[in-house]
């Protein structure tokens, strides 16, 4: 058989632990060259398969892709960019066939989210609709948590980790600022329509009167008498009251309190501003002194507190992925299978893309508190061991040492195409 080449693109929002996934998955595949060519990584993502600007990860040495694991962001460059239907955009998928065929790509590996299991799910059909033998596997990738089919999604472990730190740390500032000063601290998070990272925050409260005192999902529809009596009663009880509010927060009409009116290259509406509604909720109405944060790209960059499990397991979903394609897998996802929580031990599954593609994860029931406001003991012992253990990258000088890839262009062979 003679081997044919691959195609890597990353997608969407970049994590801390998705060049893991790229550098285990590029190492997988080099350990197979009777059957896997070249890997050409997408330059931004699905655009690069488009523009025919792809990147020769072959001249990069051993050491560089190694070094994939403890770098944060996206290696190769990322984009949100979602293929619509074959029957009104068939010149994108025509493109797509005439730049794999010119470099005899016979394999299409897409890390990314729901948006980006739908484009390659789309992909998996062009053999069929085609004519072009092509296997498309899914590495699931995202911080929001929210792919269905797999315990939790790469990516969010590490950002769990890092919300749950920093809502410790900075509860233990305002405390001790509770007497004289500051009496509220609002953090917003990532999360637009699942509110797991918020929740993740919740696991910083270990004990009676911890931070955070309020957790405000997307899940539950924002009361506003309901949580001014909240924190009232926090800032009495306890000197101060600390809150993670999720951006993607929704009034009781299903509406989102943070719509910009803007909108992605993925059709979702831009959001942004959660954070200081809320706290300026709060002194208008309670008049309290406060202060808020926007956590932003801080917690998904955060490489140099990721947690350990959540590093292993996108190596392991990079692994997987070149495994399902050698065993001629097609429109498939590499998925995480709990098998226990405590210990917490999990295997590499696979999940049916036409039941993963467009399909949001949302938190269940049962892991939020009745009154709305916290998270119950199910969803602690499903979230603790998502950010044990740790894995620090190397230090000099005092700070994280990342690589960057020189990230060499194959030569183009076809004329170009317009977006």
């Known amino acids: 058989m003679v081997p044919r080449n691959a195609f890597y693109a990353q997608s969407g929002g970049v994590t801390a632990v998705i060049n893991a996934t790229a550098g285990a998955l590029i190492e997988a595949a080099r350990a197979h060259p009777d059957r896997i060519g070249k890997v050409y990584a997408g330059r931004n993502g699905i655009i690069g398969a488009l523009t025919e600007d792809l990147i020769d990860t072959s001249l990069e040495p051993a050491e560089n892709i190694a070094a994939l694991r403890h770098t944060p962001a996206g290696a190769f460059g990322s984009c949100r960019y979602k293929l619509k239907g074959l029957e009104t955009h068939r010149a994108q998928y025509e493109r797509l066939i005439e730049v794999f065929r010119a470099h005899d790509i016979g394999y299409f590996f897409y890390n990314g989210g729901g948006d980006s299991a739908d484009t390659c799910l789309k992909i998996s059909q062009l053999s069929a609709t085609m004519g072009y033998p092509i296997q498309a596997i899914h590495v699931p990738k995202t911080v929001d948590n929210d792919l269905p089919l797999t315990d939790c999604c790469p990516g969010f472990g590490s950002v769990a980790k890092y919300v749950a730190v920093s809502m410790r740390e900075a509860g233990l500032d305002v405390a001790s600022m509770a ?13 637009r329509h699942a509110g797991w990272i918020a929740a993740a925050c ?8 911890d931070a955070p005192h309020i957790l405000l999902l997307p899940e539950v529809p924002f009361d506003e008498a309901a949580f001014l009596a909240r924190v009232r009663d926090c800032v009495e009880r306890h000197g101060y009251c600390a809150i993670a509010v999720s951006e993607g927060l929704r009034n009781p009409q299903g509406e989102l309190m943070a719509e910009t009116g803007a909108r992605d290259a993925f ?16 002194k208008n109405k309670l ?28 190596v392991a979903v990079g692994r997987a992925a070149v495994e399902l394609a050698l065993a001629g897998k097609n429109a498939v996802m590499a998925s995480i299978v709990r098998l226990s929580d405590q210990p917490y031990r999990w295997e590499i599954g696979e999940a049916d893309l036409h039941q993963v593609a467009n399909v949001e994860k949302k938190m269940p029931p049962e892991f939020i508190t009745a009154d709305g406001f916290g998270i119950t003991a199910a969803a602690r012992a499903y979230l603790a061991p998502l950010i044990e253990g740790e894995d620090y990258p190397p230090y000099r000088n005092g700070l994280p040492q990342y690589v960057r890839l020189r990230n060499v262009a194959v030569a183009k062979k076809l004329p170009p195409f317009d977006l």
């Open 287 to 314: 008049d309290y002194k406060y202060h808020w944060a926007v956590a932003d790209y801080l917690q998904r960059a955060a490489r140099h507190i990721a947690s350990r499990t959540d590093l292993e397991q996108a």
């Open 179 to 191: 007497e004289t000063s500051t009496k509220v601290f609002v953090l917003e998070v990532m999360g």
């Open 202 to 209: 919740g696991l910083a409260a270990e004990g009676e009167g």
């Open 267 to 282: 059709g979702h509406a831009q959001l942004g501003g959660i954070g200081p509604m809320i706290a300026g909720l709060v």
